[in-house]
C-alpha cells in the first residue's frame, strides 16, 4: 500500500509538471516573444532615430557648398584642380564624402582627371523636373558617354553634389 501512495504521489508531481509546462508553452511564451520582438523593434528603432538625428546635426553644421548648383560644381572643380581632394569631397552630400573622398584620390592617371575635370566644366542643366530641392546637370561629348551631376539643396540653402 505504502508503495502505491508514493507511486502516486510521483505520478501528480509529475502530471503537475506537465501541467504547468503546457500551461508555460501554451500562453506564457508567445507573450515572451512578442515582448522579445517589441523590445527588439524599439531598441532598433532608437538606433535609427540617433542616426538620423546625428545627420540632421551634420547637415546643420556643414557650411561648404554655393547658393546654385553652378556654384558648387565651380566650386568642386576648383578644388580637384587645386588638388585639395579633401575640400573638394566636401561639396558631397555627409554620407558620401568620405567615398568620393577615396574615388578621386583613386585617380592616379592626370589624363583622367583633367577629362573627369573637362567633362564637369561643359556640363549644361538638364530640364527641371518640378522639384525644388534638387537639380541635375548632364556632360556631354560626343565620343564619351553622358556624365550626370545631382545636386540636393539643403535645408540651409546650400547645394550639395548627391552624384556624379
Not at 523593434?41 to 538625428?53: L, P, S, V
Not at 576648383?78 to 558620401?96: H, P, T
Not at 577629362?115 to 538638364?126: C, M, Q, R
Amino acid at each position: 500500500m505504502r508503495f502505491l501512495k508514493a507511486n502516486y504521489r510521483y505520478f501528480f508531481i509529475i502530471v503537475g509538471f506537465l501541467v504547468f509546462g503546457f500551461y508555460v508553452m501554451a500562453f506564457i511564451w508567445p507573450e515572451y516573444r512578442d515582448w522579445k520582438f517589441w523590445r527588439d523593434i524599439r531598441r532598433e528603432a532608437a538606433k535609427f532615430e540617433k542616426i538620423r538625428e546625428d545627420r540632421e546635426k551634420a547637415i546643420a553644421a556643414d557650411a561648404y557648398g554655393g547658393k546654385t548648383p553652378q556654384e558648387t560644381l565651380d566650386m568642386f572643380i576648383a578644388a580637384v584642380e587645386k588638388g585639395d581632394y579633401e575640400l573638394a569631397s566636401k561639396y558631397f552630400v555627409v554620407e558620401r564624402q568620405e567615398e568620393e573622398l577615396q574615388r578621386i584620390k583613386n585617380i592616379k592617371d592626370k589624363n583622367n582627371l583633367e577629362t573627369f575635370v573637362n567633362l564637369l566644366k561643359k556640363a549644361k542643366p538638364v530640364k527641371k523636373d518640378n522639384q525644388e530641392n534638387s537639380f541635375r546637370m548632364e556632360s556631354k561629348i560626343t565620343s564619351q558617354p553622358s556624365l550626370f551631376i545631382n545636386f540636393v539643396k539643403y535645408p540651409s540653402g546650400i547645394w550639395k553634389i548627391d552624384e556624379i
